[in-house]
């Protein structure tokens, strides 16, 4: 059986938000190149044509992959910036979406206030992650809850959550 991600949209309100299954998935830009494009420009609304991308130690994809990523994203005239407080809401607010990916860090309760506001006010909301990949992160580590997972602490005030199991199509 054929792996492929998982790609959901949803209205919880004022704006939108997608998600996809597997935060590597949005580093192969050659294969998604098209439908990352289309995710970005349909997440914006009429927001400003600006994405800004989680940054930092708490998130899982190598620089190297975040500025290809960046420079892919600049190519579809976005204007592309890194954010590694997601509780900053005036940065928030000067984006049209933000993405974030397979956040293994934690995110503290005004991150996750910042977030669910600036959807509330029209901002577009990408998320990738891997809930299985967090939940026993190697073999012979501890298993964690994944109800704990900051992914889906996260998503939880949009009505959705990422699974521990690997979802095949």
């Known amino acids: 059986m ?3 991600p998982l790609w959901w949209a949803s209205s919880p309100g004022a704006s939108w938000w997608f998600r996809c299954g597997s935060f590597p998935d ?3 830009i050659h294969i998604y190149n098209m439908m990352l494009g289309t995710a970005l420009e349909w997440l914006r609304g009429d ?10 130690p708490r998130q899982v994809l190598p620089q190297a992959q975040l500025t290809d990523l960046s420079n892919e994203i600049r190519g579809w005239q976005f204007a592309v910036d890194e954010i590694e407080d997601l509780g900053d809401s005036t940065k928030l607010s000067s984006a049209g979406v933000l993405v974030i990916g397979n956040e293994w860090g934690g995110l503290r309760t005004q991150e996750i206030d910042a977030i669910q506001q600036f959807v509330k ?3 577009g909301l990408l998320a990738a992650a891997l809930g299985w990949s967090w939940k026993q992160p190697r073999p012979g580590a501890p298993i964690r809850p994944i109800d704990q997972y900051a992914m889906n ?15 095949y199509q």
């Open 26 to 28: 949005l580093s192969l």
């Open 2 to 4: 054929e792996s492929r």
């Open 121 to 123: 006010n029209g901002g």
């Open 47 to 56: 927001m400003p044509q600006k994405v800004l991308l989680a940054s930092g």
């Open 153 to 167: 602490q996260l998503f939880a005030r949009f009505g959705a959550t990422w699974t521990e199991k690997v979802i």
